[in-house]
């Protein structure tokens, strides 16, 4: 049926939180949730799909809110909700949830897909949310990957884990090839696609919940993973090249491949006491511009171990 095959194949790839509810099982079970979704709770989307409704709602099984959500479901009607949550990271927070019904050929309301939209992080101690960054700051709008400022507020915080623990770290920059040129060609809008499906193939590559990836800017993306030797940093960050190229998305007037690529800086290190999470950083950086300077292949990669510090 459509609400089976093809409007759920296109919820899965929807940049932003979302989940799709089965309305004819008298459980209601969430029969699909997008990575964007799984990202941000932390957690796997087979987790969330178990948790159901109540895990969605942040709700006991038996509240009164999904009682009332089984009367609109049975109404058809769409419906939105504010719902207290917590993140495993950074705690509390309050969110939308947004149910807007999915309908089969017969115009017969089969599933429900819900929107996962975060509003706001609760007060510290009664104090008023700082006014210098948004709560809405948490996601990148036109990827749905983190925002580079919460990249570098769990950047910050993961470093200072690693040189207590004495865990190595790893830092990935990665670029798209040649995106002025796919700008030029094909318009802005189409090389805002290549920017979403990029990201969403960087985060699909990561191995465990606590890695991260973020937008920086364009088409530069920054990723962190933890527990890698030089070895397994740089061979990880051909994996994910590979994933891109794999995307098959056509770029003639690449100078690098038919389709398009990403070039990527790796730096990884064993932070010492004296070590600082810009150097990392920074490695990362320069290792990306001299994959940039020498690159003669669109397979080339860059890593650098800075060492103990």
């Known amino acids: ?77 769409s419906v939105s909700l504010q719902v207290a949550l917590t993140d495993p990271m950074l705690g509390p927070y309050s969110a939308e949830l947004r149910f807007q019904p999915l309908h089969d050929e017969t115009g017969t309301v089969t599933h429900y897909a819900v929107f996962h939209d975060r509003i706001g992080l ?34 910050r915080r993961d470093f200072a884990i690693a040189q207590r623990e004495g865990r190595a770290l790893a830092v990935f920059v990665f670029d798209i090839d040649a995106l002025g040129i796919y700008n030029a060609t094909f318009g802005r809008a189409a090389g805002d696609t290549v920017i979403r499906r990029v990201g969403r193939s960087l985060l699909s590559g990561l191995r465990r919940a606590s890695d991260l990836v973020a937008r920086v800017e364009g088409g530069r993306f920054v990723g962190l993973a933890a527990g890698m030797d030089a070895e397994q940093a740089q061979h990880h960050a051909q994996l994910l ?22 070039c990527c800086g790796v730096a990884q290190m064993l932070p010492g006491p004296d070590s600082t999470p810009d150097q990392l950083l920074h490695e990362a950086q320069l290792a990306l511009e001299d994959v940039r300077a020498k690159r003669g292949n669109a397979g080339a990669m860059g890593l650098t171990a800075p060492g103990d510090g």
């Open 1 to 77: 049926m459509l609400t089976d095959r093809l409007t759920l194949a296109l919820l899965d790839q929807w940049p932003g939180a979302a989940a799709v509810l089965d309305t004819r099982d008298e459980a209601l079970p969430v029969v699909l949730v997008n990575q964007p979704l799984a990202e941000l709770r932390a957690t796997s989307a087979e987790a969330v799909s178990a948790a159901g409704l109540a895990g969605l709602l942040g709700e006991g099984v038996d509240s009164a809110r999904i009682a009332d959500l089984r009367r609109v479901f049975i109404a058809g009607d």
């Open 122 to 155: 609760p007060p510290a101690r009664g104090d008023a949310l700082p006014t210098s960054r948004p709560p809405l700051a948490r996601d990148d709008r036109l990827t749905g990957l983190r925002h580079i400022e919460l990249f570098h507020e769990f950047y």
């Open 241 to 262: 090249g590979v994933r891109v190229r794999e995307l098959h998305l056509h770029h003639p007037r690449s100078p690098i491949a038919r389709v398009v690529t990403v």
